[in-house]
Nanobody
Framework: QVQLVESGGGLVQAGDSLRLSCAASLRTFSNYAMGWFRQAPGKDREFVATIGRRVDHTHYAASLKGRITISRENDKKTVYLEMNSLRPEDTAIYYC?????????????????WGQGTQVTVSS
């Protein structure tokens, strides 16, 4: 049973920073591309960031680039999302996902496994 467990969410103020973590039970974690998505109430799930097998192979949502950083530690089977200068519009449930195809992708349907999500709420 594959498990992705997100943590690090919470209630913060505008301008604050957060680091989300996602611990994976994948046996061959290093072979997976990993992604972060988010979903605000009443909206579709949207792409945030992705990282491939190579740690320098990353891609970010254009609207968030410059405020977020995705990284991974294969020996810990963990992927991170660092978010800075948070805004109220960043309020959403943030989901971690794993793609066995290895290449970073922005498409929801490319991902094979999903976590349960962690809530991020940014107050103004």
């Amino acid at each position: 049973q594959v498990q992705l467990v997100e943590s690090g969410g919470g209630l913060v103020q505008a301008g604050d920073s957060l680091r989300l973590s996602c611990a994976a039970s994948l046996r061959t974690f290093s072979n997976y591309a990993m992604g972060w998505f988010r979903q605000a109430p009443g909206k579709d799930r949207e792409f945030v960031a992705t990282i491939g097998r190579r740690v320098d192979h990353t891609h970010y949502a254009a609207s968030l680039k410059g405020r977020i950083t995705i990284s991974r530690e294969n020996d810990k089977k963990t992927v991170y999302l660092e978010m800075n200068s948070l805004r109220p519009e960043d309020t959403a449930i943030y989901y971690c996902a794993a793609d066995s195809a290895s290449l970073p992708t922005t498409r929801v349907y490319d991902y094979d496994h999903w976590g349960q999500g962690t809530q991020v709420t940014v107050s103004s």
